[in-house]
C-alpha cells in the first residue's frame, strides 16, 4: 500500500499570503493518479485539483498543483479567508483503490 | 447538477451490521463507479469500496470480509453493509462519485455510533 504523508501537519497564515502544502508518497504515483481536495468544518471534502494540476471545475485559479514522482505540492498564490481549511491529498492505487493522506490544517 | 444523500441509522449496536443507503439525484447511477468512505471524529479520510454494478465491486482489504455494496439503479441507489462493527466504525460515512481516479462529487456525510 503507497503511504502519503502531508507537511506540514498545519499552517497558520494570513489573508493575501501565499501557502504551499506538501505530499510525499512512498512510491512513485503517476502524475494522473494525484489529487487534492479541500474540506471545511462539517462539510464534505470538495475535489479541488485532479491528475496533479487540473484545477476541478469551478475551482478559482489561486489554486494549483505540481509536482511528479513522490513529491507534489498545492499552492494558493493568494489567500482569501474562505480558503482556511484542510487540505488532503489522495492517490489510486490498484488496492486499496483511494487512499489520502492525513491532511494539513490551513489556519489564520 | 449530481447530488448525493446518505441515509440510514445513526445509532448501530456492537456486532449488528450497518446499513447505509446513497441516492443519487441529477445523474444516472449506471455507467459510473460509486464510492463509500468515512471519517472518524477529528481524523483523516478512509476509503471503503467501490462499486460498478452489483457484480463488479472492489473493497478496501481492511474492510474486505465484512463489508458488502450494491447497486439498485431502479432507484439510482447504492447501499453499504457493513457487519459485526464495533466502536471503532463510528465515524461519518460519505458516498461519493468516482471520476476517473478521484472522487468528484460528495454526499454531505451521515454520522454513524456504534454503541450499546
Known amino acids: 500500500e503507497i503511504v502519503l504523508t502531508q507537511s506540514p501537519g498545519s499552517l497558520s497564515l494570513s489573508p493575501g499570503e501565499r501557502a504551499t502544502l506538501s505530499c510525499r508518497t512512498s512510491q512513485t504515483v503517476n502524475s494522473r493518479y494525484l489529487a487534492w481536495y479541500q474540506q471545511k468544518p462539517g462539510q464534505a471534502p470538495r475535489l479541488l485539483i485532479y491528475g496533479t494540476s487540473t484545477r476541478a471545475t469551478g475551482v478559482p485559479d489561486r489554486f494549483s498543483g505540481s509536482g511528479s514522482g513522490t513529491d507534489f505540492t498545492l499552492t494558493i498564490s493568494r489567500l482569501e479567508p474562505e480558503d482556511f481549511a484542510v487540505y488532503y491529498c489522495q492517490q489510486y492505487d490498484n488496492s486499496p483503490a483511494y487512499t489520502f493522506a492525513q491532511g494539513t490544517k490551513l489556519e489564520i | 447538477q449530481v447530488q448525493l444523500h446518505e441515509s440510514g441509522p445513526g445509532l448501530v449496536r456492537p456486532s449488528e451490521t450497518l446499513s447505509l443507503t446513497c441516492t443519487v439525484s441529477?445523474?444516472?447511477?449506471?455507467?459510473?463507479?460509486w464510492s463509500w468512505l468515512r471519517q472518524p471524529a477529528g481524523k483523516g479520510l478512509e476509503w471503503i469500496g467501490r462499486?460498478?454494478?452489483?457484480?463488479?465491486?472492489n473493497y478496501h482489504p481492511s474492510f474486505k470480509s465484512r463489508v458488502i455494496m450494491s447497486v439498485d439503479t431502479s432507484k439510482n441507489q447504492f447501499s453499504l453493509k457493513l457487519s459485526s462493527v464495533t466502536t471503532a466504525d463510528t465515524a461519518v460515512y460519505y458516498c461519493?462519485?468516482?471520476?476517473?481516479?478521484?472522487?468528484?462529487?460528495w454526499g454531505q456525510g451521515t454520522l454513524v455510533t456504534v454503541s450499546s
Open positions: 461519493a462519485r468516482v471520476f476517473g481516479w478521484e472522487l468528484d462529487y
Open positions: 441529477g445523474a444516472s447511477i449506471s455507467g459510473y463507479y
Open positions: 462499486i460498478f454494478t452489483s457484480e463488479n465491486s
